[in-house]
């Protein structure tokens, strides 16, 4: 089963507007989230994390907004660009067994494309 | 440029054989993992090394080993392969155990005919 879930396997937006791409995640265990972006032919590449403590991080123009009550999150773009145009990956981080930290578990991913 | 090196970039196979993928870390980079992505799946962990041991394991198959070298260089190796096992298979590093922010390498692309 799942733990980590991206629900729209694609996103399509117009150069200037806002993208949100949505994350819903099962083990309100999970302390720490990531959102890493993938270029065709490249590997991943971290974009924004969040620590389960807090419900937003900033950084330029991407958002990660966290509601851990509805275990769910959103990566928001503003204003989104043709270079974003890419898939992105939502990661969670779980805890082990003892309390030590645990791997990512990833999201299929959500491939986004902003038109001009 | 990640800092991460996977070689190869491709490589085709038959079933049955056995192959191995090998990954340079970042440097200063003590952790290496290890990440399969299959068609229309997303990044399943395999397996993580820390400064040459082993420190977790996800969902990787006995036919599937791994070892940290002392230079820190990791292998992955896939034996008795079969069709399934065609996937991109992903290195990344870290500095420490903490998994908050990994390293991806460009990945090989394995394919089993």
């Known amino acids: 089963d799942q733990q980590v879930k991206q629900n729209s396997p694609s996103l399509s937006v117009q150069e200037g507007r806002i993208s949100i791409l949505n994350c819903d995640y099962t083990?309100?265990?999970?302390?720490?989230f990531l959102w890493y972006k993938k270029y065709p032919a490249e590997g991943p590449t971290f974009l924004i994390s969040?620590?389960?403590?807090?419900d937003k991080n900033e950084d330029g123009r991407f958002t990660v907004f966290l509601n851990k009550s509805a275990k769910h999150l959103s990566l928001h773009i503003v204003p989104s660009q043709p270079g974003d145009s890419a898939v992105y990956f939502c990661?969670?981080?779980?805890?082990?067994?003892?309390?030590?930290?645990?791997?990512?578990?990833f999201g299929k991913g959500t491939k986004l494309s902003v038109k001009p | 440029d990640s800092g991460v090196t996977q070689t190869p970039k491709h490589l085709i196979t038959a079933t049955g054989q056995r192959v191995t993928l090998r990954c340079s870390p970042r440097?200063?980079?003590?952790?290496v993992y290890w990440y399969q992505q299959s068609l229309d799946q997303g990044l399943q962990f395999l397996i993580q090394?820390?400064?040459?041991?082993?420190?977790a394991k996800g969902n990787i198959l006995e036919r599937f080993s791994a070892q940290q070298f002392p230079d820190l260089h990791s292998e992955l190796n896939l034996s008795s392969l079969e069709l399934g096992d065609s996937a991109l298979y992903f290195c990344?590093?870290?500095?420490?155990?903490?998994?908050?922010?990994?390293?991806f390498g460009s990945g090989t692309q394995l394919s089993v005919l």
């Open positions: 440097s200063g980079d003590l952790s």
């Open positions: 090394y820390y400064n040459g041991e082993e420190r």
């Open positions: 990661a969670a981080r779980g805890m082990n067994y003892g309390g030590s930290q645990g791997n990512l578990i």
């Open positions: 083990n309100s265990m999970f302390d720490y």
């Open positions: 969040i620590s389960s403590i807090k």
């Open positions: 990344a590093s870290s500095r420490g155990t903490d998994n908050e922010k990994l390293f």
